[in-house]
């Protein structure tokens, strides 16, 4: 009886010894886990910090009559190429044109010189 009692008792001992082991490990994993989760939102700070500074860097190299000077410039731009492409349906419709009426000309050539043949 003494030793089914001993016996119980190690049973059960190593149970939670087992059940400890367990626990301790999950407890190391989540230490380890938190750290590399502090070292990533580090870095991601660090990094976020990076990019703040040179966005800020950026407008500041940006005076308002430098902002004044490149809208004016991005405006006579856009006029610039609505013009062309206008200018280039323009002369697209021209060569249309041209072509057809190349072709009427040849036509009318042909027709021309079958008659001298046939006569």
Same mark, same amino acid.
């Given at each position: 009886?003494?030793?089914?009692?001993?016996?119980?008792? @190690?049973?059960?001992?190593? $149970?939670?010894?087992?059940?400890?082991?367990?626990?301790?490990? *999950?407890?190391?994993?989540?230490?380890?886990?938190?750290?590399?989760?502090?070292?990533?939102? /580090?870095?991601? %700070?660090? @990094?976020?910090?990076?990019?703040?500074? +040179?966005?800020?860097?950026?407008?500041?190299?940006?005076?308002?009559?430098?902002? $004044?000077?490149?809208?004016?410039?991005?405006?006579?731009?856009? $006029? %610039?190429? %609505?013009? /062309?492409?206008?200018?280039?349906?323009?002369?697209?419709? *021209? /060569?249309?044109?041209? *072509?057809?009426?190349?072709?009427? +000309?040849? *036509?009318?050539?042909?027709?021309?010189?079958?008659?001298?043949?046939?006569?």
């Amino acid at each position: 009886m003494v030793e089914a009692g001993e016996c119980r008792s @190690r049973t059960l001992a190593e $149970q939670d010894d087992k059940r400890e082991a367990t626990w301790r490990e *999950r407890a190391l994993n989540a230490e380890e886990a938190l750290k590399a989760a502090h070292a990533e939102i /580090l870095a991601q %700070r660090t @990094r976020i910090g990076e990019l703040h500074g +040179q966005i800020w860097d950026l407008q500041a190299e940006w005076t308002e009559e430098a902002v $004044q000077r490149i809208t004016t410039e991005n405006t006579t731009l856009k $006029q %610039r190429v %609505r013009q /062309l492409t206008t200018d280039n349906r323009t002369l697209d419709e *021209r /060569l249309k044109a041209a *072509r057809s009426n190349l072709r009427f +000309q040849d *036509r009318r050539l042909a027709d021309l010189e079958a008659q001298i043949v046939d006569s």
